[in-house]
């Protein structure tokens, strides 16, 4: 059995999350748009304040139901940025409203899911990597999908931000090919057609 990738730890919650979360395919709409939301708070921070925010955050933002936060104004970011167990930042606040109606749209549309799935043909792209060096921070993939995101009104997410939101919910297995994770979230993705 080889060994996790390395960025996973020292911190158990770090650990856990690789073992359990991270790469996994997500084809949930609402949880594809909480992890998005979640990377664009990350921007500038490490991920494990994220992580060891999460519960917070979930219930500062209405468990990250879109449709609620949609409907949100003036007096919703005042509060959230009077609340400690969050990143108080008033643009990422402010977008993540604006980002909730851009995801209804989307949604409407087409499904978010299927909206950022159809980018990878329904099936999440494997790494060969044997070293994290080795993988980018972005991608002419990732840049597209920002771009197109950012047009469709969505804001903090920049192609490294989508890539790395690529990599938590399994669009890409960027588990490294010595890691347990890489062939178990390989197992986990669906058929093309989702």
């Given at each position: 059995m080889?060994?996790?990738?390395g960025?996973a ?24 748009w ?16 994220i992580?060891k ?5 979930r219930?500062?933002?209405a468990?990250f139901d ?8 003036e007096?919703?970011?005042m ?23 851009a995801w ?20 999440p ?21 920002s ?9 903090f997410?920049?192609?490294?931000i ?10 890409f297995?960027?588990h ?6 890489h ?10 057609t989702?």
């Amino acid at each position: 059995m080889g060994e996790r990738c390395g960025w996973a730890g020292p911190e158990q919650i770090y650990i856990d999350y690789h073992d359990t979360e991270w790469g996994v395919p997500e084809y949930d709409s609402r949880t594809l748009w909480e992890k998005l939301i979640l990377d664009g708070f990350q921007a500038g921070l490490s991920w494990i304040t994220i992580l060891k925010k999460r519960e917070n955050f979930r219930d500062a933002f209405a468990g990250f139901d879109p449709n609620v936060i949609a409907e949100w104004g003036e007096d919703d970011v005042m509060r959230l940025l009077a609340n400690p167990g969050i990143i108080r930042h008033r643009g990422k606040i402010e977008a993540t409203i604006g980002n909730a109606r851009a995801w209804q749209e989307i949604e409407a549309k087409q499904g978010f899911d299927r909206f950022l799935w159809d980018y990878v043909d329904g099936a999440p792209l494997q790494t060969e990597a044997t070293d994290r060096a080795e993988i980018p921070t972005q991608s002419s993939l990732t840049v597209q999908i920002s771009k197109d995101l950012k047009n469709a009104g969505f804001k903090f997410c920049g192609p490294t931000i989508v890539y790395a939101f690529m990599e938590a919910t399994g669009l890409f297995n960027n588990h490294l090919i010595g890691c347990p994770r890489h062939a178990e979230c390989a197992d986990l993705a669906r058929s093309p057609t989702i």
